[in-house]
Every structure is written in structure tokens, then in C-alpha cells.
């Protein structure tokens, strides 16, 4: 393989194939970016074989066909670092090998012929959606990417994509809390029971479409979800298995406050560094025309705050509950409203978020015990 080509299109392929790549020991070929040079393009690819990344850029100025497989951390350094100008890409002698100008760097390569095969998305339903919304849904909603390897409930290491009539909702949960994200979008062409994409797979395609400079094409088939942008591609496993009915869960509460988003927020990190595993919950105190925050914590401390700066009364009747403050504050730190809506009953039911600049977007934290 011997071919010429720009910085910025090789490192922006890079980052992409790098964010996929595997970090397994056990299977070192996971841990490279695999680069084929064809006569006219070089196509990069990755995979921890649950999701694959594959990217083909057309260029004129490749001597030689061949293939390499680096290893993908090294390379993402090396290009990182690169001079602003054109890189040389070489084999010489089993060595995948960088040279510039002044600068030639080789790295300690595998064989491409130990990657495996990155599935096509045959006969896929591809309908379109904005990277930008795409990434914003995921964003919000992915309450986290690291499940438990003895987790298998498709419900806790999956998230939910369905269409609820001219709308794409994304849904997670973790049991204790619960997020759903949705965009008006008139032809999703999903299954009537939706998909699961496994978390690790959702925040892969939420990167995808945070670097995606339009719309992102989405193709669905029995066991994979594909996702396309111009000469990118990435195509993830879905989880088999049935999403519960999460819409059972999200109590009507009719009884509430406003509160600013940025306040509410600081209040709760701040008394929240006095939790711990053991003592998880702060309380809050509702009343009508401020709340109390307090977390008190026999191994740590105590810290208590008031918020006596609502935007709109609570006009329920005034109560004490537990919830944790970390969960609470997560589900604030990604909205964009500056006042949200806090629907609250009593201490034995949820808290449910919502903001007015965040369309279709609610958030809901399960109470706790004293």
C-alpha cells in the first residue's frame, strides 16, 4: 500500500473508526483501524463486533493497492500530532508507516486479514433524520453507557427506538430513572414494536451524529441498525427481546413548580457531594413558595439549601421526599430550558422534568427511601 492524502480527511476518519474500535486483549485485530487501498479510494474501517464503522474516501493519489491494520489508539496519536500537511501512507516491510515531510513515524501492525467482516445492511427501511436532532435525543436520553456484563434484560442494556404516529421516541431507563426524547418525523420505518439498540451502540451512533453535517439515513433489517452520512457508515447489532411498555410508568401529575434550571441544578451538586454509596438520597421539602434540598450523611455531613426564587408556586400540597441528587441533576444538566417544570404528587411518587425549549424531552427520577 502506498498512497498520499490529507490530514483532515485522514484524521477525521480516524476519530470516527477509533471511537468504534475495541479495546479487547484478548482479540487484538478489535483494537486496529483497518485502511484498503483500492485504486481510486481508501476505505477505513472498525468494529468491536457489535458495532462497525466504515468510511471511504475517493482519492487520486494512490501508487500502490495494499492493506494495513494499526493499531487504533497509536494512530489516532500520530495523525492528532501531524504537520498540517499532506501524510504518505506506506507497508514497508509489515510495518504500517506515516512520512511528511520531515516526519516518519511506523507502527507495529497486525495482519488485515484477522479483522473480520463488517455485515452490509441488506435490504434495510432507511428513512432520514437531522444528525443534529439525532444527537440531541441521544444526548439527552442516554443515562448511561456502561452496563453490567451480567445485565441481559433488554430493557436495561438497550435503548428503545419506536415510532409513536408521526414521531421517532427514543426511550432508556435504568430502573430508577427514566428518559424520553422525540421528534416529529412522518416516515420513521421501524417495526411496530420498535428496536433496542444496545447503549454502547446508542452512544457510538450519538457520535456519529454529533460529526454528521446533514441528515443521517437510518436503515433498519431484523438484526442490525445502519446509519449513513455521505461516505460514512455505521452499523450496529440490536438486541432481541421485548422493550417494556414505559408509557405505563409516567404517572399524569397535575401539581407542580417552575424553578430556574441553572439554581435548581447548583443547588443539587452542591449538596450532593456529601452523598455516598451507602447514603444516597437528599430530601426535598415542597413548599409553596420555595423547596429545601438536604442531604444529611452520618459518614460525611450535612449540607441543606433553600430555593426560594420560583418561577411558579408549588400548588400542591406540601410534602417531604427522597430522591438522588445525582440523578436529578443529570436530567437537568441536558436540557437547554433556563426555567423547567417539576411535576411532583407526594414522597411515593416520581418527580417528572420537562422544559419549554426542549420539545418532546421528559425526564423522570423514582423516589427513594429515607
Not at 55 to 71: F, H, K, N, R, Y
Request: aromatic share 4%; charged share 25%; glycine share 6%.
Amino acid at each position: 500500500m502506498q498512497l498520499t492524502i490529507p490530514k483532515q480527511a485522514l484524521l477525521r476518519a480516524v476519530l470516527a473508526a477509533e471511537h468504534v474500535a475495541a479495546k479487547d486483549k484478548n482479540f487484538p485485530a478489535l483494537g486496529g483501524i483497518r485502511m484498503e487501498a483500492g485504486h481510486q479510494s481508501l476505505t477505513i474501517q472498525a468494529t468491536d463486533l457489535d458495532t462497525g464503522y466504515a468510511s471511504v474516501l475517493t482519492l487520486e493519489d494512490i501508487q500502490e493497492p495494499g492493506a494495513a491494520l494499526p493499531p487504533a489508539q497509536q494512530l489516532k496519536a500520530v495523525i492528532m500530532d501531524w504537520p498540517e500537511e499532506d501524510a504518505r501512507l506506506s507497508v514497508e516491510n509489515g510495518f504500517p508507516t506515516i512520512t511528511g515531510e520531515r516526519t516518519r513515524t511506523s507502527l507495529a501492525g497486525m495482519d488485515p486479514e484477522d479483522f473480520p467482516e463488517i455485515p452490509e445492511p441488506d435490504q434495510a427501511d432507511w428513512f432520514k433524520v437531522p444528525g443534529v436532532t439525532l444527537e440531541t435525543l441521544l444526548r439527552q436520553t442516554l443515562l448511561s453507557r456502561r452496563v453490567p456484563e451480567s445485565e441481559s434484560r433488554p430493557h436495561m442494556v438497550g435503548a428503545h427506538l419506536a415510532r409513536d404516529g408521526e414521531h421517532l421516541v427514543i426511550t432508556t431507563t435504568d430502573g430508577c430513572q427514566l428518559a424520553r426524547g422525540s421528534f416529529p418525523i412522518q416516515d420513521a420505518r421501524l417495526p411496530e414494536k420498535g428496536i433496542i439498540l444496545h447503549k454502547t451502540g446508542a452512544a457510538k451512533l450519538m457520535e456519529f451524529a454529533k460529526n454528521a453535517p446533514g441528515d443521517v439515513a437510518l436503515g433498519v433489517t431484523s438484526s442490525h441498525l445502519s446509519a449513513e452520512s455521505q461516505n460514512e457508515r455505521l452499523i450496529s447489532r440490536l438486541v432481541q427481546g421485548d422493550y417494556p411498555d414505559t408509557a405505563r410508568i409516567i404517572p399524569v401529575l397535575d401539581t407542580g413548580f417552575a424553578i430556574n434550571r441553572f439554581e435548581f441544578l447548583a443547588a443539587l451538586k452542591r449538596v450532593g457531594i456529601l452523598t455516598s454509596e451507602k447514603y444516597q438520597a437528599a430530601s426535598l421539602a415542597l413548599e409553596h413558595s420555595r423547596i429545601t434540598v438536604t442531604v444529611d450523611n452520618p459518614e460525611l455531613g450535612s449540607s441543606s439549601e433553600t430555593l426560594d426564587h420560583l418561577e411558579s408556586p408549588f400548588d400542591g400540597n406540601p410534602f417531604t421526599g427522597c430522591w438522588n441528587p445525582h440523578r436529578l441533576a443529570r436530567a437537568l444538566a441536558v436540557m437547554t430550558s433556563e426555567n423547567v417544570e417539576v411535576k411532583a404528587r407526594d414522597a411515593a411518587s416520581p418527580l417528572v422534568l420537562s422544559g419549554e425549549k426542549d420539545p418532546g424531552y421528559l425526564a423522570l427520577v423514582m423516589p427513594m427511601k429515607r
